[in-house]
């Protein structure tokens, strides 16, 4: 039972397999920080270059991503989350044309954890419905995610959306391609690498 055990079981698309490794690696004693990202965040970033060279592909990537989540539920629960005591309502969702569900959900899950209110609309959500939630929620921060250069551009066109509806929420984007000389470019209020710094930089927008 190890670190390296529940990374090759991700990899393997085992699904039940990386949940009871990850149950017995917090009883162990490891943190739970440590096993979200030496084992399981960092399987992903292998099946990532994996699938770049076409090692792996799409299905396996796949059931690798659901091994993941499996273990993440498992995980999640024991984060020692960030007391913020943040207060604000974030709406958060990955762009439209953009399917990758795990970094935007530990965003959401970490903000929710910290203390924000906090309204996931999933995957692939077109500009206006990130307008309409906005605007429905009386958001204090829009958050975008993307995983792709293709998709990217997408964060841009919300941003100028919620302007143009007099949204005053802040935009702030996040995801594997982007940058903080990207977010300022497109006028975003902020931008963070991963999820722990999310939450940091809502708290300190707010
Ligand atoms: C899993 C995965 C998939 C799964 C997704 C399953 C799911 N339910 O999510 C599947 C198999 C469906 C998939 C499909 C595709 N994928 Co894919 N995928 C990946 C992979 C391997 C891992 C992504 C992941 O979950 N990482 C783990 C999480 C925890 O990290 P994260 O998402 O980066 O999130 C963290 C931070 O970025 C940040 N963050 C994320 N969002 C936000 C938002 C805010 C506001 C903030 C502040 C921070 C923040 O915090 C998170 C937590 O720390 C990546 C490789 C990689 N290294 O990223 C490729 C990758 C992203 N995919 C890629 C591609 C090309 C595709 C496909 C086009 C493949 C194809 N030919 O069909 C399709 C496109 C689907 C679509 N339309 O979106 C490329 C993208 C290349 C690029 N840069 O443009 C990558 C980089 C692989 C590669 N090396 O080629 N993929």
């Given at each position: 039972m190890s670190i390296t055990d529940i990374r090759q079981a991700v990899l393997t698309g085992d699904a039940e397999g990386a949940a009871d490794l990850a149950r017995a690696e917090l009883e162990a004693g490891t943190a739970p920080a440590v096993i979200m990202n030496d084992a399981l965040i960092s399987a992903m970033d292998e099946a990532g270059a994996r699938m770049a060279t076409g090692e792996l592909f799409i299905p396996e990537v796949l059931v690798a991503s659901e091994a993941m989540r499996a273990a993440m539920d498992v995980i999640t629960p024991h984060l020692e989350l960030e007391a913020t005591g943040g207060r604000g309502t974030v709406v958060i969702g990955a762009v439209e044309?953009?399917?990758?569900?795990i970094g935007k959900s530990l965003v959401a899950l970490m903000l929710d954890g910290a203390g924000f209110t906090v309204h996931d609309l999933g995957v692939d959500v077109a500009t206006p419905a990130f307008v309409a939630a906005a605007k429905e929620h009386d958001a204090d921060v829009v958050a975008m995610s993307s995983l792709m250069v293709t998709t990217m551009p997408k964060m841009k066109v919300v941003i100028d959306a919620l302007r143009e509806a007099g949204i005053e929420a802040k935009p702030i984007v996040g995801g594997a391609p982007i940058t903080k000389a990207f977010a300022d470019e497109i006028g975003a209020a902020g931008y963070a690498p991963d999820a722990g710094g999310a939450v940091r930089l809502v708290r300190d927008l707010l």
């Open positions: 044309g953009d399917v990758h569900d």
